[in-house]
């Protein structure tokens, strides 16, 4: 027997009551933690960090894992994923660290865990996809900006059905987006404007489709279009590719 609020319980009685329970849901339909701690956001900034200090003491991870297209088009396409997780100086990483930090929480608890997963990495390869259509051959682009641009999106996105007030979000969007476009016109740093929009769009659409899917369905409409965008970005690498065999040479 068990103790119990109410006296004691036999150990089939207190089984029963267990998977009696209805699991609660966030607002837009993960499960809700029992923890209010972001367990993912926090795993993703030690991911970030752990890659950054790697790179600090051996230049070769940093050669193997940027994104550089013609590497890419030759077969290395683990380099869209994993050159979000690199970053170019203390600067960079600190930045888009504070940013996932102060924008992952609140995400993370609306989404669930899963969900918030899903956004942040699709997001980040959205940004990397964009990257490898749009940007100079003899680029090697690196860092989290088009997840974290993913997750602005996102949070516009989830804060305007959730009837928040959404004008810092537009005020973070618009003054990075003008950072983006202006800083590489006043002076030498390069900014991967294809990685910010790309994940920006993506983090948005994906954000969409979490938040405005209808309750009967929603785990049908949000794991479907968790796949739909998996699918047509894997389209555009598979495109993109055949493109840039052709165009380097490659058999």
Same mark, same amino acid.
């Given at each position: 027997?068990? #103790? %119990? !609020?109410?006296?004691?319980?036999?150990?089939?009685?207190?089984?029963?009551?267990?998977?009696?329970?209805?699991?609660?849901?966030?607002?837009?339909?993960?499960?809700?933690?029992?923890?209010?701690?972001?367990?993912?956001?926090?795993?993703?900034?030690?991911?970030?960090?752990?890659?950054?200090?790697?790179? #600090?003491?051996?230049?070769?991870?940093?050669?193997?894992?940027?994104?550089?297209?013609? %590497?890419?088009?030759?077969?290395?396409?683990?380099?869209?994923?994993?050159?979000?997780?690199?970053?170019?100086?203390?600067?960079?990483?600190?930045?888009?660290?504070?940013?996932?930090?102060?924008?992952?929480? *609140?995400?993370?608890?609306?989404?669930?865990?899963?969900?918030?997963?899903?956004?942040?990495?699709? !997001?980040?390869?959205?940004? !990397?996809?964009?990257?490898?259509?749009?940007?100079?051959?003899?680029?090697?682009?690196?860092?989290?900006?088009?997840?974290?641009?993913?997750?602005?999106?996102?949070?516009?996105?989830?804060?305007?059905?959730?009837?928040?007030?959404?004008?810092?979000?537009?005020?973070?969007?618009?003054?990075?987006?003008?950072?983006?476009?202006?800083? *590489?016109?006043? #002076? #030498?740093?390069?900014?991967?404007?294809?990685?910010?929009?790309?994940?920006?769009?993506?983090?948005?659409?994906? %954000?969409?489709?979490?938040?405005?899917?209808?309750?009967?369905?929603?785990?049908?409409?949000?794991?479907? %279009?968790?796949?739909?965008?998996?699918?047509?970005?894997?389209?555009?690498?598979?495109?993109?590719?055949?493109?840039?065999?052709?165009?380097?040479?490659?058999?």
């Amino acid at each position: 027997m068990h #103790s %119990a !609020s109410v006296g004691h319980q036999c150990p089939e009685c207190v089984g029963a009551s267990a998977q009696a329970v209805v699991p609660v849901r966030t607002p837009l339909g993960g499960r809700q933690q029992r923890s209010t701690v972001p367990i993912v956001t926090y795993a993703l900034i030690g991911i970030n960090v752990l890659m950054f200090v790697l790179q #600090s003491v051996s230049s070769g991870v940093q050669r193997a894992l940027v994104l550089w297209s013609p %590497a890419v088009a030759d077969g290395e396409l683990y380099r869209l994923l994993t050159s979000a997780f690199l970053h170019y100086g203390i600067t960079h990483i600190l930045f888009n660290m504070w940013a996932l930090y102060v924008v992952g929480p *609140p995400l993370e608890m609306a989404l669930g865990k899963l969900r918030f997963g899903a956004l942040y990495l699709l !997001s980040a390869l959205g940004g !990397s996809v964009l990257v490898y259509l749009l940007s100079d051959l003899s680029a090697a682009t690196a860092g989290a900006s088009g997840a974290v641009f993913g997750l602005f999106g996102a949070m516009f996105v989830v804060g305007r059905k959730l009837n928040m007030d959404v004008r810092w979000v537009i005020g973070i969007i618009g003054l990075n987006l003008a950072f983006t476009f202006v800083i *590489p016109l006043i #002076s #030498s740093q390069n900014i991967s404007w294809q990685g910010h929009v790309g994940g920006l769009v993506t983090g948005a659409a994906v %954000a969409a489709a979490y938040a405005y899917a209808p309750r009967q369905r929603r785990d049908l409409v949000q794991a479907g %279009a968790t796949v739909a965008v998996l699918v047509l970005l894997v389209a555009l690498v598979w495109w993109r590719t055949a493109e840039l065999r052709a165009m380097i040479g490659l058999s």
